[in-house]
């Protein structure tokens, strides 16, 4: 059985016994407003979707918050010794996320 199948199969059973019909937003159009809709590759959208809608964010998400605390320890630390320790991991985290954007870039484009 392929992949396709089995999502048509799991949607027919919720379908049969109600659960998909309890769904938010069933039988309504996706709400295309969502902030970043159209900046994500269409690939992703769905499942971005999905995961925005079960309460998780994808790893990238995390990253660039991570990105903002660390450029704000940069701009208050003192010490010269820290703020070269913070500036590098601020370094190495934005490469980090670079290439992590660009496989999502490059895959989502399959």
């Not at 992949?3 to 938010?24: F, S, V």
């Not at 990105?67 to 010794?81: I, M, N, P, S, Y």
Request: with cysteine; charged share 30%.
């Amino acid at each position: 059985m392929t992949l396709d199948e089995e999502i048509a199969r799991k949607l027919r059973e919720a379908a049969a016994c109600g659960e998909l019909a309890a769904a938010k937003g069933y039988g309504r159009p996706l709400d295309v407003d969502d902030e970043g809709w159209q900046a994500t590759p269409e690939a992703l959208r769905m499942p971005f979707k999905i995961l925005k809608n079960a309460g998780y964010v994808p790893p990238e998400v995390e990253l660039f918050h991570e990105r903002a605390r660390l450029r704000a320890a940069v701009e208050l630390a003192t010490d010269a010794d820290e703020r070269q320790g913070l500036q590098r991991a601020l370094s190495a985290l934005e490469q980090s996320l670079a290439l992590r954007l660009e496989s999502l870039r490059v895959n989502a484009s399959l």
